[in-house]
């Protein structure tokens, strides 16, 4: 603390406070020309940087899209199992559509799957029989096959169906 009759000193606690105070009263704040600098830098920052997160979305809805076709691949297996019934997939360039037969002889859709924008299947590489399959009451595929995912920038996800009901991305 500080000695009795020094207000101002070194020794004073507000001496501190005072002094950043009056440095701060002195600053004119920023000139317009540094505040150029400043934009210009954000500005070739961000131009660098965009074309890279772009492209990160992009690869980003091919890989959720290959997970959730792989996922409702492996939830018609095991509905197919649990009912006793087949559970057919179909596909179309936008979306696709799980369905099965109820014991009534009904066809109640499971799920209807719309793919990300960027995102489409590719019918002419996707090599199921008539653009579908289907899981049997045992677990296997009826046409094994591939379902091929691609996005804008050409890029692909096959998700294979083995001969024995094995589903994996490639």
Request: charged share 30%; proline share 4%; hydrophobic share 40%.
């Amino acid at each position: 603390s500080g000695r009795p009759g020094c207000l101002g000193c070194i020794g004073d606690p507000s001496f501190f406070v005072r002094r950043s105070w009056e440095a701060m009263k002195k600053t004119d704040g920023f000139s317009l020309m540094k505040l150029m600098v400043v934009l210009a830098i954000v500005a070739v920052v961000s131009a660098i940087v965009a074309p890279n997160v772009i492209s990160w979305r992009s690869n980003a809805q091919l890989r959720g899209a290959a997970g959730n076709l792989k996922g409702d691949f492996e939830l018609s297996k095991a509905k197919a199992i649990r009912e006793r019934s087949p559970v057919t997939i179909t596909f179309t360039t936008t979306h696709y559509r799980v369905t099965f037969t109820e014991k009534d002889g009904n066809l109640k859709t499971l799920r209807k799957r719309k793919l990300p924008g960027d995102v489409k299947v590719d019918l002419d590489q996707t090599n199921f029989d008539g653009e579908k399959t289907a899981f049997d009451a045992r677990g296997l595929p009826n046409d094994f096959g591939r379902a091929v995912l691609v996005n804008k920038k050409g890029q692909q996800k096959d998700i294979i169906v083995s001969r024995l009901g094995r589903i994996r991305i490639e």
